[in-house]
C-alpha cells in the first residue's frame, strides 16, 4: 500500500506454565515457538521460569542469541 509502513516484529510477550503440561505436543511447541521467534531475531517477554514451558520458550529462545527478557512478579519474591 503507498504511504504505510510495515513494522517488523522487535519483541513479544509470551504468558505459559512452569510446569511441562500432561500432553508432550506442549513441549514441542514452546520449543518451536522459541526456535522460531529466534530464528526471526525476535526478543522475548516471558515469566522468568526457567522450568517447564516457560524454560523451553525461552532457552529454544536464547540459543539463538536472542534477548531473553524474564519478569518475575514481586509476590513470587517477597518473603512472608
Do not use: Q, W
Given at each position: 500500500?503507498?504511504?504505510?509502513?510495515?513494522?517488523?516484529?522487535?519483541?513479544?510477550?509470551?504468558?505459559?506454565?512452569?510446569?511441562?503440561?500432561?500432553?508432550?505436543?506442549?513441549?514441542?511447541?514452546?520449543?518451536?515457538?522459541?526456535?522460531?521467534?529466534?530464528?526471526?531475531?525476535?526478543?522475548l517477554?516471558?515469566?522468568?521460569?526457567?522450568?517447564?514451558?516457560?524454560?523451553?520458550?525461552?532457552?529454544?529462545?536464547?540459543?539463538?542469541?536472542?534477548?531473553?527478557?524474564?519478569i518475575?512478579?514481586s509476590?513470587?519474591?517477597?518473603?512472608?
Open positions: 500500500m503507498e504511504g504505510s509502513s510495515i513494522r517488523t516484529l522487535e519483541k513479544i510477550c509470551v504468558f505459559c506454565g512452569a510446569n511441562y503440561g500432561k500432553d508432550e505436543s506442549y513441549v514441542k511447541a514452546a520449543h518451536r515457538l522459541g526456535e522460531v521467534l529466534g530464528k526471526k531475531g525476535i526478543n517477554i516471558y515469566g522468568g521460569g526457567s522450568l517447564g514451558l516457560m524454560g523451553c520458550v525461552s532457552t529454544a529462545t536464547a540459543v539463538h542469541e536472542r534477548r531473553v527478557l524474564g518475575v512478579p509476590t513470587f519474591t517477597e518473603k512472608n
